[in-house]
């Protein structure tokens, strides 16, 4: 990476999740990287008969709010020049078309573990064909906890 390059981060919650958001930390602090951090509410169908999904994928928005809420406090001190936007399923562009739309120079994608402990991630395909930058998927070190930011030695 060089100086200024401009990452997003798919945010999801969970190990992998905290270990993109740590490793966009260092780039945004080692590299100057311009970070975007980005949750994605998906959405429940409406049914034909019975209740409404609509309370239902209004509260999906809220938990995947306060999941980039989480992930602001993981950033530390990145966060202050870091962006974050919440996407919506079927509301507004995808997320493979925000990266591709945005000139991303890396994307990093949380793994999702297959059998037998290969890891993948369901956009990686579809965005090393559409968003034209690097594609890399993060993974948590295993058996380690995740680092969480350093704090001023004055803050109490």
């Given at each position: 990476m060089s100086s200024g390059d401009r990452v997003l981060v798919l945010?999801?919650?969970?190990?992998?999740?905290?270990?993109?958001?740590?490793?966009?930390?260092e780039l945004a602090e080692d590299e100057d990287a311009a970070i975007t951090v980005v949750g994605v509410a998906l959405r429940a169908p409406s049914?034909?008969?019975g209740n409404s999904a609509v309370d239902y994928n209004q509260a999906?928005?809220?938990?995947?709010?306060?999941?980039?809420?989480?992930?602001?406090?993981?950033?530390?001190?990145a966060a202050g020049h870091a962006r974050f936007q919440l996407l919506t399923e079927g509301a507004g562009p995808s997320f493979g078309q925000f990266a591709?739309?945005?000139?991303?120079?890396?994307?990093?994608?949380?793994?999702?573990?297959r059998p037998f402990g290969?890891?993948?991630?369901?956009?990686?395909?579809?965005?090393?064909?559409s968003a034209g930058g690097q594609i890399r998927i993060v993974a948590p070190v295993s058996g380690a906890l995740p680092r969480l930011p350093r704090r001023d030695a004055g803050a109490d």
């Amino acid at each position: 990476m060089s100086s200024g390059d401009r990452v997003l981060v798919l945010y999801e919650q969970g190990r992998a999740g905290a270990a993109a958001i740590d490793l966009a930390r260092e780039l945004a602090e080692d590299e100057d990287a311009a970070i975007t951090v980005v949750g994605v509410a998906l959405r429940a169908p409406s049914p034909r008969c019975g209740n409404s999904a609509v309370d239902y994928n209004q509260a999906v928005a809220v938990s995947v709010a306060r999941d980039l809420e989480r992930a602001r406090w993981r950033l530390g001190p990145a966060a202050g020049h870091a962006r974050f936007q919440l996407l919506t399923e079927g509301a507004g562009p995808s997320f493979g078309q925000f990266a591709q739309a945005g000139g991303f120079d890396l994307v990093l994608l949380p793994a999702h573990r297959r059998p037998f402990g290969a890891v993948h991630h369901p956009e990686a395909r579809r965005l090393a064909l559409s968003a034209g930058g690097q594609i890399r998927i993060v993974a948590p070190v295993s058996g380690a906890l995740p680092r969480l930011p350093r704090r001023d030695a004055g803050a109490d």
